[in-house]
């Protein structure tokens, strides 16, 4: 499972909250990435990160921000949740060079009311 | 537009059946593509396919690339319950130095006694 954790794993809050979800990796993996999940739609990029504060954007970005301090951890937030993204988040590693196996966390589960 | 199309997006089948879902990409710098199993749960790998006409198979699952039709089908054999799924198709961009990948919007398996 690549040491992937997420955290919360369950989370509900209310609309206008600012929400902070973290995922934590111990394989030292480069490449980092953010995903929702919905029904209909898959799972879309949200952000990506290629390094230590090196970060860029994915498909549905907009609302969605994100940090990488340290290797391990790579920090997802969103500023004043919306309805809309009530989802399923996902986090994922890839080993560089490999066979491109991406390697996904848990999840998260956001309910925002 | 990077693309992955998977059809049906949804079946019911019996037990024992035999079930072929489809996956067509359009993908920049095309290197290799992947097959996931999502339950209720994060993805977990099944496949990759990086050459044409060779079949890999695990168990009673198998998967095939076309290239030139740009085409990839995942057989399950005998299905059985614990098959019950979504079938995710997955095209990593092979962009040098790039990993970000296209997901289908899958394929819902369900297995009925």
């Known amino acids: 499972d690549a040491g992937i954790t997420q955290s919360p794993r369950h989370k509900v809050t209310e609309t206008g909250t600012p929400v902070t979800l973290r995922c934590h990796q111990t394989?030292?993996?480069?490449?980092m990435y953010w995903y929702r999940q919905d029904p209909g739609h898959g799972l879309r990029l949200i952000h990506y990160?290629?390094?230590?504060?090196?970060?860029d954007k994915g498909e549905v970005s907009d609302g969605y921000s994100v940090s990488r301090s340290k290797t391990e951890d790579f920090l997802l937030t969103l500023e004043s949740a919306t309805s809309s993204q009530t989802s399923v988040y996902f986090c994922?590693?890839?080993?560089?060079?490999?066979?491109?196996?991406?390697?996904f966390g848990p999840g998260t589960r956001l309910t925002v009311t | 537009e990077d693309k992955v199309v998977q059809s049906p997006l949804s079946l019911v089948v019996h037990e024992g059946d035999t079930v072929t879902l489809n996956c067509s990409y359009e993908?920049?710098?095309?290197?290799?593509l992947l097959w996931y199993k999502q339950e209720k749960k994060a993805p977990t790998f099944l496949f990759m396919l990086?050459?044409?006409?060779i079949e890999k198979k695990s168990g009673r699952l198998s998967s095939i690339l076309d290239k030139k039709e740009l085409f990839s089908i995942l057989n399950i054999t005998a299905t059985q319950t614990g098959d019950s799924a979504v079938y995710l198709c997955?095209?990593?961009?092979?962009?040098?130095?790039?990993?970000?990948?296209?997901f289908g919007t899958g394929t819902r398996l369900k297995v009925l006694a």
């Open positions: 994922a590693t890839v080993l560089e060079g490999s066979s491109y196996e991406q390697y």
């Open positions: 394989e030292n993996h480069r490449y």
């Open positions: 990160s290629y390094g230590v504060k090196d970060t």
């Open positions: 993908v920049t710098n095309f290197r290799s």
């Open positions: 990086t050459s044409s006409g």
């Open positions: 997955v095209g990593p961009d092979g962009t040098s130095g790039t990993y970000k990948y296209i």
